[in-house]
């Protein structure tokens, strides 16, 4: 008889981590492997509120929290405070429940946990993964260009391009391997260029994934190989396995952290195929009230249909007054919603274009669709992916900043009109989806990456 064997899954608690953390989840239990998925106690209450459902006992992956030491979500805002608390009483909880998984499971083998998975921003549970002999393996959300980036911390941080911060010394072009494009110094992933103590914060974790790394056996990464082929080249241990996309039976329960608002499926189905902008921002964007009135300006007179994710929290100042009359203007081909089911929407036949932040899921999720982008990119990863979009594999344009720092509605409008018109990045979103496709297609090099994965967890 086959014993089952038991996986426990790490996120890092944040919406960016949970989603494909997910995903990888749910295609690991189509395996028949039992599965326990750990979120924060903040987390665990949003996930559990936002998809009703998902904690059916009869589901397949059972999901447990532990707390994460903060009292309240204000404190929690704070990177510098979330990440000291996380670090210091994250590792004891995490071994108490696997401890605890333990004692119930009466000696049964096959419920005692076996293998642990591991967002790469929450290597400290490889450690206390390798401390129980439990077998492990990191998961990367962001691209294997980013992760490149931040193997390499120690090394750049040696040749003096950045200081023990991570801000940059230097400002040329950065070139980690021979076979592999430049970095702008801008597009380093610790990069928030309005907020230096988050960057800070940001950095001296990232600094830890390099050390981290060396303790799990198998590194996996939500990318396809033919997408980033160089840099794939430069972290050999590096495995292919994604897209991973949401299958239908999924789009249900993705483990959003708020409710998606479905009537706008409803909404794109009146609309013409390829005649709708799509406009989300992700889960933490932030625009001061002034950047938030140009895009809207810029939107209405665009005068293309549209769909807008405006999370309440999208500013940092107050909007609704504007907003009612906006929203009056638009009523004619203008849709808004707090939350999106983004990979339907994206997947819907009217969707023309992707007016995104350049997180690196939104960014996979419209490449899996064929759907062209406009790249706003806020901060970390989001600015290199932006220059992969753009400048590599061209299925994209930057929306630019005037001298002011900000995001005119002219410059939204033309570049709403520029990528709608332009053949030649069509082409290139059809080439690239039909590469995300082949490659987690039976035969695909993804599809195989994940089974050979799939087979070590159950070995
Ligand atoms: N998302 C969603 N509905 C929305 C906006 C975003 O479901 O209205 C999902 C999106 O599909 C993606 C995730 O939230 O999977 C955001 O991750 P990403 O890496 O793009 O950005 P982050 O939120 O981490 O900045």
């Known amino acids: 008889m086959v014993k089952l064997k038991h996986v426990l899954v790490i996120p890092f608690p944040a919406q960016g981590h949970v989603i494909p953390l997910l995903k990888l989840s749910h295609c690991i239990a189509d395996y028949g492997v039992k599965l326990?998925?750990?979120?924060?106690?903040?987390?665990?209450?949003?996930?559990?509120?936002a998809n009703?459902?998902?904690?059916?006992?009869?589901?397949?992956?059972?999901?447990?929290?532990?707390?994460?030491?903060?009292?309240?979500?204000?404190?929690?805002?704070?990177?510098?405070?979330?990440?000291?608390?996380?670090l210091r009483v994250m590792p004891g909880h995490l071994q108490e429940l696997i401890e605890k998984v333990k004692k119930?499971?009466?000696?049964?083998?096959?419920e005692q946990i076996s293998f642990l998975i591991a967002d790469v921003m929450v290597g400290w549970a490889l450690e206390v993964a390798e401390r129980m002999g439990i077998e492990r393996a990191t998961f990367c959300p962001p691209s294997v260009s980013a992760l490149v980036s931040i193997l390499h911390i120690p090394k750049l941080i040696e040749g003096g391009v950045i200081d023990n911060n991570g801000f940059v010394l230097k400002n040329d072009?950065?070139?980690?391997?021979?076979?592999?494009?430049?970095?702008?110094s801008s597009d380093l992933v610790w990069s928030c260029p309005e907020d230096p103590a988050t960057q800070k914060a940001i950095f001296k974790s990232l600094s830890?994934?390099?050390?981290?790394?060396?303790?799990?056996?198998?590194?996996?990464?939500?990318?396809?190989?033919?997408?980033?082929?160089?840099?794939?080249?430069?972290?050999?241990?590096?495995?292919?396995?994604?897209?991973?996309?949401?299958?239908?039976?999924?789009?249900?329960?993705?483990?959003?952290?708020?409710?998606e608002d479905s009537t706008c499926l409803n909404w794109l189905d009146q609309h013409p195929a390829l005649s709708v902008i799509y406009v989300a921002f992700g889960s933490t964007t932030v625009f001061g009230p002034e950047q938030f009135y140009e895009i809207a300006h810029g939107l209405e007179q665009a005068t293309q249909p549209f769909l807008w994710v405006?999370?309440?929290?999208?500013?940092?100042?107050?909007?609704?007054?504007?907003?009612?009359?906006?929203?009056?203007?638009?009523?004619?081909?203008?849709?808004?919603?707090?939350?999106?089911?983004?990979?339907?929407?994206?997947?819907?036949?009217?969707?023309?274009?992707?007016?995104?932040?350049?997180g690196w899921n939104s960014t996979l999720e419209g490449l899996s669709n064929g759907v062209p982008l406009l790249c706003r990119p806020y901060f970390t990863d989001q600015f290199l992916n932006k220059s992969l979009i753009c400048d590599v594999w061209k299925v994209g344009l930057g929306v630019d900043s005037d001298e002011n720092g900000l995001i005119s509605r002219h410059e939204v409008r033309e570049k709403v009109s520029a990528v709608l018109g332009s053949d030649e990045i069509r082409e290139n979103c059809l080439r690239v989806k039909e590469m995300a496709r082949k490659s987690i297609s039976e035969g695909g090099s993804s599809l195989k990456n994940l089974q050979s994965f799939i087979e070590l967890v159950k070995a």
């Open 104 to 110: 119930q499971s009466n000696g049964i083998e096959d």
């Open 173 to 184: 072009l950065i070139r980690i391997s021979k076979d592999l494009r430049s970095y702008k």
């Open 36 to 49: 326990t998925f750990v979120n924060t106690e903040s987390i665990h209450a949003q996930v559990m509120t």
């Open 310 to 358: 405006i999370r309440p929290d999208i500013t940092d100042g107050a909007v609704s007054e504007f907003l009612d009359g906006f929203l009056q203007r638009v009523r004619n081909y203008g849709k808004v919603v707090q939350w999106a089911p983004q990979e339907e929407v994206l997947a819907h036949p009217s969707v023309a274009c992707f007016f995104t932040h350049c």
């Open 208 to 259: 830890s994934v390099a050390h981290y790394s060396k303790l799990s056996n198998s590194f996996l990464c939500n990318s396809f190989h033919e997408l980033e082929a160089s840099a794939f080249s430069v972290i050999p241990g590096a495995l292919a396995i994604g897209p991973l996309i949401a299958s239908a039976q999924l789009f249900q329960c993705r483990g959003s952290l708020r409710k």
């Open 52 to 86: 009703p459902g998902l904690d059916d006992e009869s589901h397949r992956i059972k999901f447990v929290a532990i707390p994460d030491g903060l009292e309240t979500d204000e404190e929690r805002k704070d990177p510098i405070k979330r990440l000291d608390s996380m």
